[in-house]
């Protein structure tokens, strides 16, 4: 999926303006009615984790500057904020981008920006080629497993039978 194909232009009007398409709410309005829960936000107590390991956790953050800064700081979050974040994101091919809504209006951030806001130094070699040595990351999505009907059924217009296709054209409009 293209980014083009995550945020079509026009952008759709007849939905809440927390979202650009019908696709990004049906994502964040199942998430709610399926129950997902977020994870609380926390930060590393690192005397704390050093104590129960028995180990210097902090050396393997030290590694990269500002890493132990950003794992450190605490901060309150909006839940519905966050939400909003992840049925919005789109993450860019070779991550180059992220692109995503807040606040009713649609946000590209490059990895530069993202660098710079975090307090983070850009890095040519990604924490996925430390850890995994050469194999390539996943860039396109992985099947997946559908959701059963009698969870996501009321989301789409019309008779849901097991074989019905579920497909964005087919999503009640309030979703």
Request: aromatic share 14%; hydrophobic share 35%.
């Amino acid at each position: 999926m293209t980014v083009d194909d995550f945020y079509p232009r026009p952008r759709d009007f007849r939905i809440d303006r927390r979202f650009w398409t019908v696709l990004q709410a049906s994502l964040y309005e199942s998430a709610l009615q399926g129950g997902h829960r977020l994870m609380p936000h926390a930060v590393i107590d690192f005397d704390r984790a050093n104590s129960v390991s028995g180990l210097n956790i902090r050396r393997y953050f030290e590694h990269y500057p500002g890493l132990v800064e950003l794992m450190t700081r605490s901060h309150k979050y909006v839940e519905d904020w966050v939400r909003v974040f992840y049925a919005t994101l789109y993450v860019a091919d070779q991550r180059h981008f992220i692109q995503f809504m807040f606040d009713g209006r649609e946000h590209r951030w490059s990895r530069e920006r993202m660098s710079e806001l975090l307090g983070v130094p850009l890095r040519d070699r990604s924490l996925h080629s430390v850890v995994y040595d050469g194999v390539s990351p996943p860039y396109r999505g992985h099947a997946g497993t559908a959701p059963p009907l009698d969870q996501v059924g009321h989301l789409f217009r019309g008779e849901m039978l097991a074989d019905t296709p579920r497909t964005p054209d087919r999503l009640r409009p309030e979703f």
